[in-house]
């Protein structure tokens, strides 16, 4: 089923590239709305793949904006989501 999700710490093209990368291998096409905020992905998903997309996005520190997060791990994600923007600019500049 095809849902829309908002998604914390996405800030630009980088970031988008990455969450398609990583989350096409579980989900197939995802689009990622970067004129929104907070942002938001759309992809199919089913029922039982919703854990794996959460620690998917954890992972890559872009947690649902649903989630409470603490401080600690609101840094942690906000270091990892600048880890993963970095690497999804890099990847698109790719020749």
């Known amino acids: 089923?095809?849902?829309t999700f908002e998604?914390?710490?996405v800030k630009c093209e980088g970031c988008a590239a990455t969450l398609k990368k990583k989350l096409n291998l579980q989900f197939g096409e995802v689009e990622v709305d970067l004129s929104s905020f907070p942002r938001k992905i759309t992809l199919d998903i089913e029922k039982g793949?919703?854990?794996a997309l959460v620690q998917t996005l954890r992972?890559?520190?872009?947690p649902l904006a649903t989630e409470e997060l603490g401080t600690m791990e609101n840094?942690?994600?906000k270091l990892k989501s600048f880890i993963?923007?970095?690497?999804?600019?890099?990847?698109t500049q790719k020749p």
């Open 1 to 3: 089923m095809r849902q």
């Open 7 to 9: 998604v914390q710490n």
């Open 49 to 51: 793949q919703l854990e």
């Open 59 to 62: 992972s890559l520190g872009y």
């Open 75 to 77: 840094a942690e994600a």
């Open 84 to 91: 993963s923007c970095a690497v999804g600019k890099f990847d």
